[in-house]
């Protein structure tokens, strides 16, 4: 079993810059593929960005990419996202997954995902 900690969020201005961290238990972080998630009010969760086991294989949202960067720390058993020219439509609870599924072609739904962190808000003042 994982438990996954996010950490990171705070209110920032727009075009602004915030690093969120996501902290795993257990020995076997590096099995997982990790992802980031996000959810607004009064709407649904959404992808936004995923990396593979070892970090050789990203992923993002059209609606990041260029502006975010997903990495991991198999060492330090910690995910991170790298969220640089924030917009007002970034704001929402930010959560990070880990999944042990294979296919390269799932890892933006959030069924495939085994693990969830808590959440951390995010908030882009425009």
């Known amino acids: 079993q994982v438990q996954l900690v996010e950490s990171g969020g705070g209110l920032v201005q727009a075009g602004g810059s915030l690093r969120l961290s996501c902290a795993a238990s257990?020995?076997?972080?590096?099995?997982?593929?990790m992802g980031w998630f996000r959810q607004a009010p009064g709407k649904e969760r959404e992808f936004v960005a995923a990396?593979?086991?070892?970090?050789?294989?990203?992923y993002y949202a059209d609606s990041v990419k260029g502006r975010f960067t997903i990495s991991r720390d198999n060492a330090k058993i910690t995910l991170y996202l790298q969220m640089n020219s924030l917009k007002s439509e970034d704001t929402g609870v930010y959560y990070c997954?880990?999944?042990?599924?294979?296919?390269?072609?799932?890892?933006?739904?959030?069924?495939?995902?085994?693990?969830w962190g808590q959440g951390t808000q995010v908030t882009v003042s425009s």
């Open positions: 997954a880990a999944g042990q599924f294979y296919s390269s072609s799932l890892h933006y739904r959030p069924d495939v995902y085994d693990y």
């Open positions: 257990g020995r076997t972080f590096s099995s997982y593929a």
């Open positions: 990396i593979s086991r070892i970090g050789g294989s990203t």
